[in-house]
C-alpha cells in the first residue's frame, strides 16, 4: 500500500463547477501537508500549504486537512478553463522530513 | 529570479550513452532535491542535498546514477550507462532551509532509445 493515495482521474468538469480533490494517507506521523498545481510540461508549483487540520482558504481555494480520518482535499470554486492541469497532493512529518506526493490527479475544465 | 533553472529541456540518446543533466537552483535557497516523474510511478524523489552535501541519496535507483553538487549555484545528474528504463521527467527543485515549499524547474524530459 503507498503512503498517499490519490485518484488520477482523468476529471472533467464543466466551467463553473466546485471541484473537489482528494488524497488519503496512511502515515499517520504526517503533520504538513500541500497541493501543487502541475501545468502540462511545467514543474510543480505550490498552490497551498497547511499544518493543522480544519480548512484554509485562497481565493476560490479551500484545502481541508481531516487528520482524524487521515484525508486532505482541496476545493476549487467557480472554475475556470485555466485550472486545467494536475494537481499533487504531498505531505512531510516534519521540518526536514521526506516529502511524499501522490500520484497526482488530472483535472480539465470544459468552457 | 529567474527561479530553478534546467537543462537540457529535452534529451534524446542511445541506451549505453552517459546523460548528465543540470540544475541551477534558486539563489539563496540551500536545499536541492532532484525529482523522477513518470506515468506509472509519479513524481519520486532520487537524493536532495542540503549546504551541498548530500543527505538522502536512498531513492537512486542504481550505481548507475550519481549527482553533485559542487556549489551553492550548480548541481548534476548523471546516469552512465544509460537505459531505456531510465526515460522520464527529471525534476530538480530548490527549498531554503528545512522548509518543504519547494521551487520546481521545467524539467527535463529524457528519452533512451
Known amino acids: 500500500q503507498k503512503e498517499v493515495e490519490q485518484d488520477p482521474g482523468p476529471l472533467s468538469v464543466p466551467e463553473g463547477a466546485i471541484v473537489s480533490l482528494n488524497c488519503t494517507y496512511s502515515n499517520s506521523a504526517f503533520q504538513y501537508f500541500m497541493w501543487y498545481r502541475q501545468y502540462s510540461r511545467k514543474g510543480p508549483e505550490l498552490l497551498m500549504y497547511t499544518y493543522s487540520s480544519g480548512n484554509k482558504e485562497d481565493g476560490r481555494f479551500t484545502a481541508q486537512v481531516d487528520k482524524s480520518s487521515k484525508y486532505i482535499s482541496l476545493f476549487i470554486r467557480d472554475s475556470q478553463p485555466s485550472d486545467s492541469a494536475t494537481y499533487l497532493c504531498a505531505m512531510f512529518p516534519y521540518q526536514g522530513g521526506k516529502l511524499i506526493f501522490g500520484q497526482g490527479t488530472e483535472l480539465s475544465v470544459k468552457p | 529570479d529567474a527561479g530553478v533553472i534546467q537543462s537540457p529541456r529535452h534529451e534524446v540518446t542511445e541506451m549505453g550513452q552517459e546523460v548528465t543533466l543540470r540544475c541551477k537552483p534558486i539563489s539563496g535557497h540551500n536545499s536541492l532535491f532532484w525529482y523522477r516523474q513518470t506515468m506509472m510511478r509519479g513524481l519520486e524523489l532520487l537524493i536532495y542535498f542540503n549546504n551541498n552535501v548530500p543527505i538522502d541519496d536512498s531513492g537512486m535507483p542504481e550505481d548507475r546514477f550519481s549527482a553533485k553538487m559542487p556549489n551553492a549555484s550548480f548541481s548534476t545528474l548523471k546516469i552512465q550507462p544509460s537505459e531505456p528504463r531510465d526515460s522520464a521527467v527529471y525534476f530538480c527543485?530548490?527549498?531554503?532551509?528545512?522548509?518543504?515549499?519547494?521551487?520546481f524547474g521545467s524539467g527535463t524530459q529524457l528519452s533512451v532509445l
Open positions: 527543485a530548490s527549498s531554503w532551509g528545512t522548509d518543504e515549499k519547494l521551487f
